[in-house]
Structures are given as C-alpha cells and as structure tokens.
C-alpha cells in the first residue's frame, strides 16, 4: 500500500496517539506502520498465516494462566480517510471487543 504524505502524517501522530492509549497492564500494543513507525513486536507472529496489508495495531494480551491472545487491528484506506481522533476511538473499541471476546473464552461467558 502506497501512502500519501497527508497519511504518512496522520500515522505519525495516530502512532503517538497510541502510545498513550490507557489499557490494562495485561496488554501489550505494537504499531506496526511500515516505513511510519514500527514497534519490534511487529517482527514476532503469535498466530502466523496471517499477514495484513494495510498498517496495523498489533494486541498481545497474556492471562494468568499464561495463555496467550493476539489481534491485529488493521487501519484500511476507509478507515485512514478519518480524522487521527475516531481512528482512535475505533482503534480502542476493537481492543475493548478483543478483551470481551477473550473473557468469554477464559470465563465461558460468566
């Protein structure tokens, strides 16, 4: 995927809008936009086979138990059209999905 310097940008401070994303201790959060801004855990697959292609967030949660989850939240040129604010929102309500679906898989829908 090509990006247009205004996307480039906009990655750029969604990146460090992420950064500050408050999410429980549990959860680990990896930017995963090339040539934007890369964490190093975008290096490691959990769950291989699936490569995105568009930039993404990548979700690691690990349980209690030792039990590990991962989500890769991907940013689409649909979704990239958005101000770098509802990105966000939509970033943080995927997490929110991603853990309620986790929960009902540890908890069995308690």
């Known amino acids: 995927m090509t990006l247009s310097n205004e996307e480039i940008e906009k990655l750029k401070k969604l990146a460090e809008e992420i950064e500050d994303l408050m999410v429980e201790p549990d959860i680990e959060i990896d930017v ?3 040539d934007v801004a890369k964490d190093e855990g975008c290096e490691i697959d959990i769950t291989p086979g699936y490569t995105p292609k568009y930039p993404y967030v990548k979700v690691i949660y690990k349980t209690v138990d030792g039990d590990v ?3 890769k939240i991907e940013i689409s040129p649909e979704i990239l059209k958005k101000d770098v604010k509802e990105i966000k929102e939509f970033l943080t309500f995927a997490i ?3 853990m ?3 929960e009902s ?3 069995g829908g308690e």
């Open 32 to 34: 995963c936009f090339d």
């Open 69 to 71: 989850f991962e989500k």
């Open 96 to 98: 929110e999905q991603f």
């Open 100 to 102: 309620e679906e986790i």
């Open 105 to 107: 898989v540890e908890y």
